[in-house]
């Protein structure tokens, strides 16, 4: 069964720095989102990516984090300079007709 | 006011037992979808099922079922016959709107914690 892929599955990164968060979604699908969950608690949705262009974001997704998706095939979240309160899971995910379906996942720890 | 109510912060459940954990939701839309994600402690995030608010019968995936209950606004995820395995955080979720609108529109509800015993 098709699924969508996320790398790498844990980052570590020091306060300040940029990372870069890849995701392939499932082939053929056309909707890719970034939702983030802290620990125990809810997951938030950061932003959408329709078309090669983002669709909706919210406010958590300032203008410290980016989206592109460089190749047709990988779909990249970049923080620029992270905070602690950066620290999640964040989870790729891409939908096609009614189903959404996640990826397994980054955890970001930033120290 | 919360849009997903998932009232059992934790459940226990003994192994080869059937279990239902609860969600209710509120929404004033004509259109929308229902959702139950499975979350082992591994963290990723696992499509269990879903319901579309015009399908006539409940959702069904091999031991999962939904009793949707569209008057009551609630669509109960049952589990049959417990494994170890399924001991996991359950969320329910709720799209409203167009099938694509997966945005802002799309909202978790605070998970139920389901732990499965020997």
């Known amino acids: 069964e098709p699924e969508v892929t996320q790398t790498p599955s844990h980052q570590v990164t020091q306060m300040g720095q940029e990372v870069i968060l890849r995701c392939v979604p499932i082939s053929n699908h056309l909707y890719f989102y970034w939702y983030r969950q802290i620990l125990g608690q809810k997951v938030e949705f950061l932003v959408s990516f329709y078309n090669n262009e983002i669709s909706e974001k919210s406010e958590i997704f300032d203008d410290q984090f980016s989206v592109e998706r460089p190749d047709g095939s990988n779909f990249t979240l970049k923080i620029r300079s992270t905070k602690l309160e950066d620290s999640a899971m964040y989870f790729c995910a891409s939908n096609f007709n009614e189903k959404l379906f996640f990826g397994s996942g980054t955890q970001l720890s930033v120290l | 006011a919360q849009k997903i109510t998932q009232t059992q912060p934790g459940m226990f459940v003994q192994e080869k037992e059937a279990v239902t954990l609860d969600c209710t939701y509120d929404?004033?839309?004509?259109?929308?979808?229902l959702f139950w994600y499975k979350q082992p402690s591994s963290g990723e995030m696992i499509f269990l099922i879903y319901q579309g608010s015009y399908d006539q019968q409940n959702a069904t995936e091999g031991r999962y079922s939904l009793n949707f209950q569209k008057a009551r606004k609630s669509a109960n995820l049952v589990i049959s016959a417990s494994q170890l395995g399924d001991s996991a955080m359950y969320f329910c979720a709720m799209r409203e709107g167009r099938v694509d609108n997966y945005g802002q529109n799309f909202v978790f509800g605070p998970g139920t914690r389901l732990s499965v015993l020997p």
């Open positions: 929404t004033s839309d004509p259109s929308y979808g």
